[in-house]
């Protein structure tokens, strides 16, 4: 699948890092560094503008190392960027460690997913299917 971009950051394109990788790393795109102290979140740009599209979204999901190294994660996770989004792709990090993180321009922040997606029709109705589960909520799969 081909989709436009305009990459208004002095960075590289996001790139698959292997043939089997699902998503690519997107870098922030800042004129000073973003320092980030205990539980507090930034939205970070990127400098990346895209036009995906109908029926396909860009999801916005934390970096694993990232995530386990340093306790950064995204808020909204993952975000969605819809089909009909023309504005600057940003990340919103969040520091869910005890120790400040300082967000550096170029650093690769979080990893972008394009996937595609259905849309419903609603059937109104006055019953549903009966399954082994039921309306069991939270947890209840697996417990005996």
């Known amino acids: 699948m081909t989709v436009k ?48 599209p109908v029926g396909y979204e860009a999801q916005i999901r934390p970096r694993s190392g990232l995530a386990l190294k340093k306790g950064i994660s995204c808020l909204n ?3 969605t960027v819809d089909a009909d989004y023309r504005g600057e792709i940003g ?13 550096e321009n ?12 259905e849309r419903v029709q609603w059937e109104t ?8 589960r039921g309306a069991s909520g939270f947890g209840s799969t697996g417990v005996k």
């Open 5 to 52: 971009i305009i990459n208004k950051s002095q960075h590289q394109l996001p790139a698959y890092e292997t043939l089997a990788s699902a998503g690519m790393d997107l870098r922030a795109n800042l004129e000073a560094p973003v320092v980030l102290e205990p539980m507090d979140r930034a939205l970070i740009p990127t400098g990346l503008f895209i036009e995906l």
């Open 77 to 79: 996770s993952p975000g």
């Open 91 to 103: 990340v919103i990090l969040v520091n869910l460690s005890k120790e400040t993180f300082v967000v």
């Open 106 to 117: 170029g650093e690769r922040i979080a990893q972008m997913v394009v996937a595609k997606h």
């Open 125 to 132: 109705t006055t019953e549903l299917n009966e399954t082994d």
